[in-house]
């Protein structure tokens, strides 16, 4: 079992920037895909961004690309996920999910997840 656990979220205005967190606790991330997913109230949750196992290649949706950053740090059993030039319409609860066997024809999809956090807020005022 993995449990996933992200932080960093929080207000900011429009422009500016977070880092969100993924700690994960109970077994290695090695070998494990990671995604970073959102969900606006009233939304179905969305894909944001990807990287593969070794952190060889990341991948965004069109809504980030160039604005948001994915990594890891396997040593720290972390992910990261900064946020640059935020808008209004990034406010969502922001989740990390992490999935072994699957590769980016599929990465979009909830389901190719085992494991997800609790998300953590991220509000962009205007």
């Known amino acids: 079992q993995v449990q996933l656990v992200e932080s960093g979220g929080g207000l900011v205005q429009s422009g500016g920037s977070l880092r969100l967190s993924c700690a994960a606790s109970?077994?290695?991330?090695?070998?494990?895909?990671m995604g970073w997913f959102r969900q606006a109230p009233g939304k179905e949750r969305e894909f944001v961004a990807f990287?593969?196992?070794?952190?060889?290649?990341?991948y965004y949706s069109d809504s980030v690309k160039g604005r948001f950053a994915i990594s890891r740090d396997s040593a720290k059993n972390m992910v990261y996920l900064q946020l640059n030039t935020l808008r209004p319409e990034d406010t969502a609860v922001y989740y990390c999910?992490?999935?072994?066997?699957?590769?980016?024809?599929?990465?979009?999809?909830?389901?190719?997840?085992?494991?997800w956090g609790q998300g953590t807020q991220v509000t962009v005022s205007s």
């Open positions: 109970g077994r290695t991330l090695s070998g494990y895909a």
């Open positions: 999910a992490a999935g072994l066997n699957f590769g980016i024809s599929t990465m979009r999809l909830r389901n190719s997840y085992d494991y």
């Open positions: 990287i593969t196992w070794n952190a060889g290649n990341t």
